[in-house]
């Protein structure tokens, strides 16, 4: 079983950057698939990225291709988003989540584990 834990939220201006970090406990976060979802007030949650156990196949959503980075050092057990540029649109909850296996996962019922959540909010 893993346990994630999110940090690194908080306000920024638009055209602004932050970077999310997903803490993870347990021995098999190596060989875990790992994602960023977002859910805004009202809204449904939406993926954002996803990265694949050893880092090798990264895949995003079209709104935040080429502003958002997700990154992985398994010798930390940690998963990262750098999200460059942002926009109003961004602001959200932003969610950790992880699950076993080999491939890639960009919905939400597709992961088994998830982190409690860390807010981001841009101002315009």
């Known amino acids: 079983q893993v346990q994630l834990v999110e940090s690194g939220g908080g306000l920024v201006q638009a055209g602004g950057s932050l970077r999310l970090s997903c803490a993870a406990s347990?021995?098999?976060?190596?060989?875990?698939?790992m994602g960023w979802f977002r859910q805004a007030p009202g809204k449904e949650r939406e993926f954002v990225a996803a990265?694949?156990?050893?880092?090798?196949?990264?895949y995003y959503a079209d709104s935040v291709k080429g502003r958002f980075t997700i990154s992985r050092e398994n010798a930390k057990n940690t998963v990262y988003l750098q999200m460059n540029s942002l926009k109003p649109e961004d602001t959200a909850v932003y969610y950790c989540?992880?699950?076993?296996?080999?491939?890639?996962?960009?919905?939400?019922?597709?992961?088994?584990?998830w982190g409690q959540g860390t807010q981001v909010t841009v101002s315009s």
């Open positions: 989540a992880g699950r076993p296996g080999i491939g890639v996962y960009t919905t939400h019922l597709e992961y088994n584990y």
């Open positions: 347990g021995r098999t976060f190596s060989s875990y698939v």
């Open positions: 990265i694949t156990w050893n880092g090798g196949s990264t």
